[in-house]
C-alpha cells in the first residue's frame, strides 16, 4: 500500500524557516517525481515544487522561487521542502503527492505563519 | 502559464442526475489532465487520469472526456458520496495548474 507521511509543520513567524518531510512507503520511491501541493485554508489547490525522479531537476512556482527548496534522498525514500523568509501568505496545508499525475497523497501538513 | 478554467464554481443537483464538469486549458496540454475530489477536511483523490481514464478503485459512474483543449467529467447518476470539490489539474508542463473548483452539493 502506497503511503506518504508528511510532517514539520507547526506555527512559525514571519521571516522565519521551517523544513517539512514526507516519508514514502509502499512504491519504489527513486522511479517516481514527486511534489508539494498546497492548500490555504477555504482556498482551492495550489501547486508549490516538482523534484525529478533522481532529483536532478526541480520546478517551483514563481512566489516560491529563492525561497523554498524541494529536495529528496533516495535511500530515505524522503521528500523534503526546506522553507525559508516565509511570509503569512504562506499559510497553508502542505500535501506531498507523487507524479505524475498526482496519484497518492499524504494527508497533510498545516504551516501557518504567524507573529 | 497554463491556466485552467473550471466551471461551474458551484452546482447542485439531485440524486441519480447526471453531472458535468468543464475545465478549459489555455493552451494545448495533450491528455496530461487529471481530475481530483475532496472532501471536507481531507487530501484530494484521483478520480480520472490522462483525461479519460479512470483511477484505480473509482466507480464507472464516474468518466472524463476531451474535446480540444477542453475537458470534462460526468458523473452519472449521482450519489449522495459524491458530494465534495472537484479540481481538474494539467500535468503537460511546469507550473502545474489546478483549476479553482467546483462545488458540488446535493439539491
Known amino acids: 500500500e502506497v503511503q506518504l507521511v508528511e510532517s514539520g509543520g507547526g506555527l512559525v513567524q514571519p521571516g522565519r524557516s521551517m523544513k517539512l518531510s514526507c516519508a514514502a512507503s509502499g512504491f519504489t520511491f527513486s522511479n517516481y517525481g514527486m511534489a508539494w501541493v498546497r492548500q490555504a485554508p477555504t482556498k482551492g489547490l495550489e501547486w508549490v515544487a516538482t523534484i525529478s525522479y533522481d532529483g536532478s531537476s526541480t520546478y517551483y512556482r514563481d512566489s516560491v522561487k529563492g525561497r523554498f527548496t524541494i529536495s529528496r534522498d533516495n535511500a530515505k525514500s524522503t521528500l523534503y521542502l526546506q522553507m525559508n523568509s516565509l511570509r503569512s501568505e504562506d499559510t497553508a496545508t502542505y500535501y506531498c503527492?507523487?507524479?505524475?499525475?498526482?496519484?497518492?497523497w499524504g494527508q497533510g501538513v498545516m504551516v501557518t505563519v504567524s507573529s | 502559464d497554463i491556466q485552467m478554467t473550471q466551471s461551474p464554481a458551484s452546482l447542485s443537483a439531485s440524486l441519480e442526475e447526471i453531472v458535468t464538469i468543464t475545465c478549459q486549458a489555455s493552451q494545448d496540454i495533450g491528455n496530461y489532465l487529471s481530475w481530483y475530489q475532496q472532501k471536507p477536511g481531507k487530501s484530494p483523490q484521483l478520480l480520472i487520469h490522462?483525461?479519460?481514464s479512470l483511477a484505480d478503485g473509482v466507480p464507472s459512474r464516474f468518466s472524463g472526456s476531451r474535446s480540444g483543449t477542453q475537458y470534462s467529467l460526468k458523473i452519472n447518476r449521482l450519489q449522495v458520496e459524491d458530494t465534495g470539490i472537484y479540481y481538474c489539474l494539467q500535468h503537460y508542463s511546469a507550473p502545474r495548474t489546478f483549476g479553482g473548483g467546483t462545488k458540488l452539493e446535493l439539491k
Open positions: 490522462s483525461a479519460t
Open positions: 503527492t507523487r507524479e505524475s499525475p498526482f496519484d497518492y
